[in-house]
């Protein structure tokens, strides 16, 4: 046993402008463990990874790897140290096939590709002594989520490296891909090699990790044994709190129903089938949640809902009113409220103030607008009241949206469309990418709504967030309705099955 | 018209269509690796111009077409290192700069060409057509394809070579990588930033290479403007041919037709459309193909955009 | 109680004067970086001249002040600023809306020939009828012209880039087959239409000063657009589609309808400039009515920042060195195309200090 780690990472600094990601982080990682690094997002833990793999250079500190200080100039230095690292966004090229992606950027820049039947001799190799299914000559994008993990992690064996880096593998997996990917991960350990684990998911962690380290705010907090330690304690060193993890709820029963889809079919804007056949409905003062993995058609049921999609066959009611096929700005108008999934591309317009901002929908209509003209003054004051009631942090109204923080932008999405005055509020992704008091915020803004009366349908991909604010939970999977739970954290193995498309239960009958 | 003479006049067709496809083939095939990489360069025309007044200059100057297409290649490439440093280095918005460079290369060539040449008036000797034992003595297929200038059999060997470098080596993998998924080349650790230089540099050169041929391998003369619009048609072809080097060339060949028919059809004295009419066919039909072509899903993902390190 | 007050009323004011200054600090920077551009580019016209054997430093004295030495010379500068205004102030609309409408130049030479049309076509009007009913036509024509380019974008994607270039080829070929066949002035020896009817000519400014009032029309409408960017409900719907597309189909604005709309605007401009050409300046229409104008519309608006009000200067500039470009070529032999390289490095330097004012604020 010699005394220096494997890895040590030695009071590293790092800025990105005003924003500070690493501030003095110190670790170390020892050799032939799984070591976890816990934390929220925007915790740090990403960047302090990239900059282990050379992709980001630290500003200060210093990194020692099997016994050397190394700085590395771009990731390859650090695949050529045997360090890879599988991102959270794949670092795959859709249109390449597998082996094209595998050899990408190896050997000489301007080499003839000869030889390319002994490198599918190899995936083929490595995929059969891994059981990971790996085709060589399938193009990227025809896989799933789930396949185009496995190619990356394929890939970084591919490569060869003794410390792999695992950012958040599990976000896009079913319960039972995850267990496959955390014996995997078992596996790599047996034949010699060193894991890190990047999650926010306690249970994940307690489960496959020897050692975690929690960070927060750019820092490592904690380094502790699995064994020493339990949820709560790893959850309050996450936060720097006690987390209540449940949220008050009244008991009320729901009242008409203000929303029914009935048999929805669409395709995403690919062409490809996405919603199938989905029927459900939505009674005033309860939440529905929809849960299922990323990619299940949860996206094209929400931009369908909202009028951004068109619709193939199927109706969709609100308020008793058939608004299937019409235009968003006619959807909006019938007191339909929309929290986008993708807050850059649809909820916001990141150059404009706040102020232009809170008036996205409204921007023509009494008071916004007198005659053809805009009021500023109105919308000044519109948008300077829900600051002050939404709490969002800011210098003034006429500041870029762009300056604020992900969990502030998202605020200020909520208060725009819950001051609408909506009957039906649809959520997609409440609280992604916003820090844990935000979303506690958010989230019981949600279940004060509920208890006024309105409907609200929450897509997540996040159980917790599910778990907590839902009265019913959905299944979504491969574009279908599979079943219905209450949202009993008991149940949790059922939840799971469906989502990963398995029906063959008979209590979840009906 | 009989048999015989409407023979003749096929084969002369064809002929003058792959002469005058053979700009934008260079400046499509160029643009093809450009666009693979993700830049989107508008200012073709601009490039084309300046290979066509470089090549020109220097082929006056020495009476050496080798040498003036040289010229020609190395004006362009010039010209794309000012784009390339805007668009890639400091992320300028790539629409404003081509457009930027398109009214530079008109200045600069017409600015120089007026101080220099415009009194003179003289023209140069331009490359002869290369007369290959037997084949050009062929009937009608002589005629069509065997009576050409080597610029113009030249492109045949692009083509073929350009496909084998995208498809078969290890930078051209890598360049189709880069329009498509930048950063997944970053952290394979290759230059993104080395890359979008070098695909632009390819096309820029064969830019000037195309607009090298139109005062060396053409006319014998540089006239403002001379590319009219060549470097903005090469913009839609390489929509029509869905990115790909071979399918620039035929498409340009297509083009070089609507080129061929307007010229001799111009010729014809019994023809009663008015000649704007057959003038205006080229710019009429890529719009035609702009409209019955579009190749959303064939376009590389990160077209126009700059890459972002993090 | 009075020192809380006094207290209260120094925050409001600290916090005031804290807006103030922010906003003088940024129209000073944004003021700043055309100026530079500016600066960059005659340094290069003159670092292009003294190359080639010409006298740098008649870039200043010469491009920039020569044409300032009588009424009339200031009138033909104002002249020659009234295209630049109108196209570069309607370019502002459509860049804002990120619409690359390249395609000016031919939506001025579609509005110079229906002005033409309107002019020579109807006799017996009067002026106030007349006059108006010409740049009425010119505007629309180049609305529609722009309409064209739009309509293959909303509905088939068709990049707006080539399909406005194509037009602005198919616009000239269009007037070189009009003034040399069916509206040719058979008894002129060259290709020329008949000349517009006395009644459809702009009105002139100053009795002897070829200036006529389109340069009034030009800033009040450059006023206009400016007002209309900034505080109109279209306005915004218009800038919202430019920024993020997706938002604005979120929000339910009509992204279509919005893109038209740009495009119609900046085409009428354009068009509008074209009318004026025929009506105020020629009289009558030509193969080569304009020098490029619609192209040097977009180094107008782009210098401008996209802002209309902005394009009433930036308009006034290049016109002044277009006009000392003549002189300069008359005095000295510099060919006039100089301005193109001038406008070229414009654009560059505009775009590379917005870079760098961006730079600058990150690091501050």
Known sequence: MSTQPFLRIDNIRKRFGPIVASDGVTLEIEEGEIHSLLGENGAGKSVLMSMICGMVRPDEGEIVYKGQSVRFASPRDAIRQRIGMVHQHFMLVPNLTVAENYILGQGSAFGVISDMATVHRKIRALSERYALDVRPDAIVEDLSVGEQQRVEILKVLFHGIDLLILDEPTAVLTPQETDRLLSLMGDLVKDGKTVVFISHKLDEVMRVSNRISVMRDGRVVNTVKVGETNARELARMMVGRDVRMELPRSPKPPGRTVLSVENLTCRAETGLPAVRDVSLHVRAGEIVGIAGVSGNGQTELALALSGLLPVDSGRVVLNGNDITGLDPAEINARRFSHIPEDRHKHGIVLPLSLSENTILQRYDQKPFATGRMLNRRVIGEHTRDLIKRFRVKSRDENQPIAALSGGNQQKLVVARELARDPDFILVNQLARGIDIGAMEFVMEEMLRQRDSGRAILLISTELEELFAICDRILVMFHGEILGELPPDRARLDELGLLMAGNTDQPALAG | MDDMTSLTFLAALVGAAWRLATPLIFASIGEVFSERAGVLNIGLEGTMLVGAFCGFAAASATGNIPLGLSAGVAGGMLFGLVFAFFTITIKADQIVVGAALNLLGMGLTAFLFRTYYVSTGKGIEIAQPVHIPWLSDLPFLGEAFFRQNLIVYSTILVAIVATLVLYRTSFGLTLRAVGEHPKAVDVAGRSVVGYRYAAVLVGTGLAGLGGAFLTLGHSNQFVEGITSGRGFIALAVVVFARWSPIGAFFVSLLFGLFYALQLMLQAQASIVVPYQVLQALPYIMTIVTLVAFRGKGAAPSKLGQPYEMR | ?364
């Open chain 3, 1 to 364: 109680m009075a020192e809380i007050n006094q207290g209260v009323r120094e925050t409001v004011n600290s916090q005031a004067a804290q807006a103030f200054y922010r906003t003088l600090s940024q129209a000073a920077i944004s003021a700043l970086t055309p100026i530079a551009a500016v600066l960059v580019a005659l340094a290069f016209g003159a670092l292009l001249l003294w190359l080639n054997g010409f006298n740098g430093s008649d870039v200043v004295t010469v491009m920039v002040f020569g044409s300032f030495q009588d009424i009339r010379s200031v009138g033909e500068i104002l002249l020659k600023a009234t295209p630049l205004i109108l196209i570069g102030a309607g370019l502002c609309v459509a860049f804002r809306c990120s619409i690359w409408n390249i395609g000016a130049e031919g939506q001025l030479y579609v509005g110079a020939i229906a002005a033409t049309l309107v002019g020579t076509s109807i006799d017996g009007l009067s002026v106030w009828v007349h006059a108006p009913l010409v740049m009425l036509a010119g505007a629309l024509a180049g609305a529609a012209w722009a309409g064209i380019a739009g309509y293959l974008k909303v509905r088939f994607q068709a990049s707006e880039i080539v399909t406005t270039i194509m037009l602005n080829y198919i616009a000239l070929i269009l007037t070189s087959y009009l003034v040399t066949g069916p509206m040719r002035d058979a008894s002129a020896a060259y290709p020329q239409s008949a000349r517009l009817v006395r009644e459809a000519w702009t009105p002139r400014l100053v009795t002897d000063l070829r200036l006529h009032i389109g340069i009034l029309v030009a800033v009040v409408l450059a006023v206009a657009l400016y007002i209309f960017l900034r505080r109109s409900s279209r306005g915004f719907a218009l800038r919202v589609v430019g920024l993020n597309p997706h938002a604005a189909r979120y929000a339910g604005m009509n992204v279509a309808r919005n893109i038209m709309i740009a495009m119609c605007i900046s085409g009428a401009m354009a068009g509008l400039a074209g009318a004026f050409e025929v009506a105020g300046v020629t009289r009558r229409l030509y193969q080569n009515i304009s020098p490029g104008y619609g192209f040097e519309g977009i180094a107008v608006a782009l210098l401008a920042g996209n802002n209309p009000l902005a394009a009433i200067l930036s308009g006034g500039l290049f016109a002044t060195l277009r006009s000392g470009s003549e002189v300069l070529q008359i005095t000295s032999q510099v060919p006039q195309v100089l301005v193109l390289v001038i406008q070229g490095i414009v654009i560059l330097s505009v775009v590379a200090f917005a870079k760098l004012r961006d730079i600058l604020r990150t690091v501050a």
